[in-house]
């Protein structure tokens, strides 16, 4: 009697499990594995905020610097952590793919915590106490406490940069985007991926401000070393079930390589029919190349882009040698690239304009955890006799923006839209970057109001030179541009 053949497991085409066998749907990947990244982005989170809200108050108060020193301190740190995220992001498509990458930085951020916690906690480590009113010349740290701060916060910047590069990106990679039901669960995915980044910034803004303030920055740093550490260890219990995709190479490179081969070429003259250009059809005599790839003949295809005139100086990395055979199955890129290369790298350059637009509103950003805390710390922040509210706390309204904000534009502002300019997306997302900006511009007037206030009255009680006295005005004045800006992120982030 004949036994009924086996029927073969069902793979996926593009992931691979940890043995680097073709991954099963069953076996890997979804929401499990998702659950564990969305874990360590709010670990991330939590220690990330929790360290920089109340930053400009600890270099101020306890490492006296000033108020400016401190505030740059803080943004560069902020700044170096997000422009990091393109060397991890390098690093994580072109050497180590996404798990390594977010493996080896989460353990360079928990190193500089480390390093961050240990300064807080040695009395050698940080300057003699005192205050402004007790002794307007306070010793101010020397250059060996601020060279192990800045060890701490560089090496926590390096590692926040390679984590945020790859989190992300490795939890949708735990979903299959040509499976229907698998493609819903990645949209749900990034939904909640918003959605813990949020409440680990609540937990930090709240819980971990409150422990710094009262009792002591050693054990706020030192839980967010130890949040940071049970983040890893939760990415890593799901090593054997994650989904892994093939390296792909760093959109960085064709960009640089388009660069090159045109400059190559600078003397060389475009020829007047863009037909003549090398494009992707000219490679193996057609635009679908085969591979050979783990026994297997797999097809791939890129799409083809249309010319444009525009950044016309690019064309030249197209132009291909004379000499070419027609049939080329294999080009130098440095030297050649496609014309649909090309284009790609001119939709990143028309793109510029709208990121460099979103630095003005970062800037504005930057402002909610340095100046606006400095702020914070001079106002009456009692609620009635007894509590008083930590001043980084204030940022509890930033985040609560954020998250009322998105569903009151999901609910309310999109169905407006649809009815009003019949679009069934609601805002493009030129618009709501537009939306964000001017939230940004009310937000920086509302400030100015209440500096002016703030100053007045410091002028009127005789309190305008000690930077540290406290003026009769309540600190929920600060309330609008922390609530403004929030909502100008929601618009502009998502935008």
């Not at 991890?88 to 977010?102: E, K, L, M, Q, S």
């Not at 985007?177 to 409440?199: G, R």
């Not at 509890?396 to 649809?418: A, E, H, M, N, Q």
Request: glycine content about 8%.
């Amino acid at each position: 009697m004949a036994l009924p053949e086996t029927q073969p497991y069902k793979t996926l085409p593009d992931a691979w499990d940890y043995k680097g066998h073709p991954a099963q749907p069953s076996a890997t990947g979804g929401w499990p594995c998702a659950t564990m990244i969305l874990g360590v982005e709010m670990c991330e989170r939590l220690t990330t905020l929790g360290i920089a809200v109340n930053l400009v108050t600890y270099l101020t108060h306890t490492m006296h610097l000033g108020n400016a020193a401190s505030a740059n301190t803080v943004t560069n740190f902020l700044g170096t952590s997000f422009m990091l995220c393109l060397i991890g992001g390098f690093v994580a498509d072109t050497f180590f793919g996404r798990y390594r990458t977010i493996a080896i930085f989460v353990v360079v951020q928990a190193a500089g915590v480390i390093v961050l916690t240990i300064s807080t906690a040695l009395p050698t480590l940080r300057p003699p106490k005192c205050t402004i009113a007790d002794n307007p010349t306070c010793i101010s740290a020397t250059a060996t406490q601020l060279t192990v701060l800045y060890i701490a916060f560089y090496l926590t910047a390096l590692g926040i940069g390679g984590l945020k590069s790859s989190v992300s990106g490795f939890g949708s990679d735990q979903f299959d985007d040509t499976d229907e039901q698998e493609k819903n669960q990645m949209s749900k995915f990034v939904s909640w991926f918003f959605f813990f980044i949020n409440i680990g910034s609540l937990m930090a803004v709240t819980v971990l401000v409150y422990i710094q303030d009262n009792l002591g920055r050693q054990w706020g740093y030192g839980i967010c070393a130890c949040a940071i550490v049970i983040g890893h260890v939760l990415f890593l219990s799901g090593t054997v079930k994650y989904r892994y995709k093939k390296l792909v190479g760093s959109p960085l490179t064709q960009i640089a390589a388009v660069f090159v081969a045109a400059g190559r070429k600078r003397g060389v003259e475009l020829p007047q029919d863009s037909c003549l250009l090398f494009d992707v059809g000219d490679i193996g005599g057609g635009e679908e190349e085969e591979e050979e790839e783990e026994g297997e003949k797999k097809k791939k295809k890129k799409k083809i882009l249309p010319h444009t005139k525009q950044f016309r100086f690019l064309d030249k990395a197209a132009i291909r040698d004379p000499k070419m055979s027609s049939d080329t199955t294999m080009v130098n890129k440095w030297y050649l690239s496609t014309l649909t290369d090309v284009e790609e790298v001119k939709l990143v350059i028309r793109m510029l304009p709208i990121w460099g637009t979103t630095i003005l509103f970062w800037s504005i950003y930057a402002q909610m955890t340095t100046f606006s805390v400095s702020q914070a710390t001079t106002m009456d922040r009692h609620i009635g006799k007894s509590f008083q509210i930590p001043a980084a706390s204030l940022t509890v309204f930033f985040v609560g923006s954020i998250l009322l904000t998105v569903p009151i534009y999901d609910r309310i502002i999109i169905p407006i839209v649809k009815k009003v300019q019949k679009k069934p997306q609601g805002l493009i997302p030129l618009q709501r970057i537009g939306v964000g900006l001017v939230l940004s511009i009310l937000a920086m007037v509302a400030a100015a109001l209440t500096e002016i206030k703030r100053l007045h009255l410091a002028q009127l009680h005789g309190l305008r030179n000690d930077p540290t006295a406290v003026v009769p005005l309540s600190v929920f004045w600060l309330v609008p541009q922390f609530f403004l800006v929030g909502s100008g992120e929601a618009f502009t982030y998502i935008g």
